[in-house]
């Protein structure tokens, strides 16, 4: 890990990536603006947007450089540097470390360990910093978004910046109350940042710079003349089976759903507003034609928590997806 002096020199004469992993209302998108906005030099922030609604992948993007000519780029960041995992569940959905530096630092809002991170991504030759972001963000800021905590350990491995310079950005972003807390929170990320560093001890080499062709494409999918009707959905189900009720949209969620049947009066509000059609219903062998509730399907539960509302029994309640963190500070 470079100190700060090392980073300055090095960001000098090169150009130091950084992307940004997160789902839609993480706040991806404001974490790299953040970053140009608390370096003190040239810097571009781009973002990348899939469907562009609440818990789906984004990708955000950060040149940052002392060098104006190197950050006059519009393409996305093919070789980042230093990665930043705003939820863990990406880990096992998106190639986070797609292009990554060797040497590189993947940081990453988890209560896992450096062990289980490295089996999850099939990876052993990375530094890793965890950071129990959901935790702080909870008792910080009393709602479950991350991005500014992550740059507080991003501040911890990098150098990049300095954690004044990151709460001047935040300062300028935020007002008043809000921008207090967030101080709070990314002061205490810092602290609380656990740092793995891999045995190889590969140092990054901030010189290369470049695109890796077709990275992103691989190679069998289907060509412009065979390019499925309907759009989204490929019509082969040797590449996936077929229909969105095969997709795994319950992970975009930060919240499991918890459903009491004890207290469940079988009112139906919930199925009723239910958006993603996750309240799940059987036929009633008491009462011929009648249907009953018989739980949450969790695989498409996006955890909208429209049921929670409307349920006049309390009977579904939710529970944060994210436990301890694996290094958290023990509660005095």
Not at 54 to 72: A, E, I, Q, W
Not at 254 to 280: G, H, L, S
Not at 302 to 328: D, F, R, T, Y
């Amino acid at each position: 890990m470079l100190d700060a002096n090392q980073m300055k020199d090095v960001l000098k004469n090169n150009c130091v990536n950084l992307r940004f992993h997160a789902r839609g209302g993480q706040g991806g998108v404001t974490a790299a603006d953040l970053c140009v906005e608390a370096y003190d030099g040239f810097g571009v922030s781009q973002p990348k947007f899939g469907a562009e609604r609440m818990g789906s992948p984004t990708m955000s993007f950060v040149r940052l450089s002392k060098n104006y000519d190197l950050v006059r780029s519009n393409e996305q960041v093919y070789s980042p540097h230093f990665v930043s995992v705003l939820d863990e569940s990406l880990l096992s959905e998106i190639d986070v470390t797609a292009g990554m530096a060797e040497g590189g630092w993947l940081i990453v809002n988890t209560t896992m360990n450096q062990t289980e991170i490295e089996m999850t991504l099939g990876k052993k030759n990375l530094n890793i910093a965890t950071i129990d972001a959901t935790n702080i963000a909870m008792e910080v800021l009393g709602r479950n978004i991350t991005n500014t905590i992550i740059l507080g350990a991003l501040v911890r491995v990098s150098n990049i910046f300095t954690m004044d310079e990151l709460a001047d950005a935040i300062m300028a972003r935020f007002k008043g109350e809000l921008a207090g807390k967030n101080v709070k929170a990314i002061k205490r990320a810092f602290e609380e940042t656990c740092l793995y560093e891999s045995p190889s001890s590969i140092k990054i080499d901030f010189t290369k710079d470049t695109k890796v062709p077709w990275q992103q494409v691989s190679l069998g999918l289907p060509g412009y003349k065979d390019l499925d009707l309907a759009g989204v959905w490929y019509t082969d189900t040797n590449i996936i089976k077929v229909g969105s009720d095969q997709v795994n949209t319950g992970s975009w969620g930060e919240w499991n759903i918890i459903w009491d049947e004890e207290k469940c009066t079988n009112c139906a509000q919930c199925w009723y507003i239910c958006p993603d059609f996750a309240i799940v219903i059987v036929k009633d062998d008491e009462k011929a034609g009648k249907y009953k509730m018989a739980g949450i399907d969790q695989f498409h539960c996006k955890s909208c928590q429209n049921c929670i509302e409307v349920c006049p029994v309390k009977a579904i309640s939710k529970e944060l997806k994210q436990g301890p963190g694996s290094c958290a500070v023990p509660e005095s």
